[in-house]
C-alpha cells in the first residue's frame, strides 16, 4: 500500500439502516443514482474484492476503481486513477452507534501527497483539501436525496464543481 501524507475525510449521519445503504454503496453502477458529477459507472467485474469500474464525470475524465478490499455491510477501500497516472486511496465505511448510521469517507489523494511533507503542506491544505472536501459534501447531498426520495440525482445538483464538472 502506497505511503500518503495527508487525508481528506468526511462523515455523514443518514437517515437508514446498515442493510439499505450498503445496498446502495455497493451495487453495480451505484454512483450513477447519488454522485452529482458523475456522467457514467460501468463495472467491469462486480461484485466484491477484485471489483473494478470505471467512472466518467461530466468534464470528461474517466478513472477506474480497483477495489483492493470489501467487507459487506461495513465498506471498502479502492484504488481510483486516470490512465497512466497515479492512484489515490480511498476508503468508505459505515458504522452504527445509538441506533444512529454514519458513512465516513477518506480520500487520500496523491496530488501534492507523497514524498516531502513539508513541501507538499500548504499546497495541500490550500488547493486539495478544500476542494475535496466540497467534493464530498456533495456526495452526501446526493447520498442523502437519493435514500429519501429513490430519485436519481442530476448533473450538477447541488452545484458545479471545477475539477469534475464541465
Not at 10 to 20: E, W
Request: hydrophobic share 35%.
Amino acid at each position: 500500500m502506497k505511503k500518503f501524507n495527508f487525508k481528506v475525510s468526511h462523515s455523514m449521519t443518514l437517515n437508514v439502516s446498515i442493510d439499505k445503504l450498503w445496498s446502495v454503496i455497493s451495487s453495480q453502477g451505484n454512483l450513477e443514482f447519488y454522485h452529482p458529477f458523475c456522467k457514467k459507472n460501468i463495472a467491469k467485474n462486480w461484485p466484491g474484492i477484485n471489483s473494478i469500474d470505471e467512472l466518467q464525470y461530466y468534464n470528461g475524465d474517466v478513472y477506474t476503481r480497483k477495489f483492493i478490499n470489501w467487507i459487506d455491510n461495513v465498506g471498502y477501500d479502492l484504488y481510483i486513477s486516470k490512465k497512466n497516472s497515479p492512484s489515490s486511496l480511498v476508503k468508505w465505511r459505515i458504522q452504527e452507534s445509538n441506533k444512529v448510521v454514519k458513512l465516513n469517507i477518506t480520500i487520500y489523494p496523491y496530488v501534492f501527497n507523497m514524498g516531502y511533507k513539508f513541501l507538499n503542506i500548504i499546497p495541500f491544505y490550500t488547493f486539495v483539501k478544500p476542494r475535496l472536501y466540497d467534493y464530498l459534501k456533495n456526495i452526501e447531498k446526493g447520498l442523502i436525496y437519493y435514500l429519501e426520495t429513490n430519485k436519481k440525482v442530476k448533473k450538477n445538483q447541488f452545484g458545479s464543481h471545477n475539477w469534475f464538472s464541465e
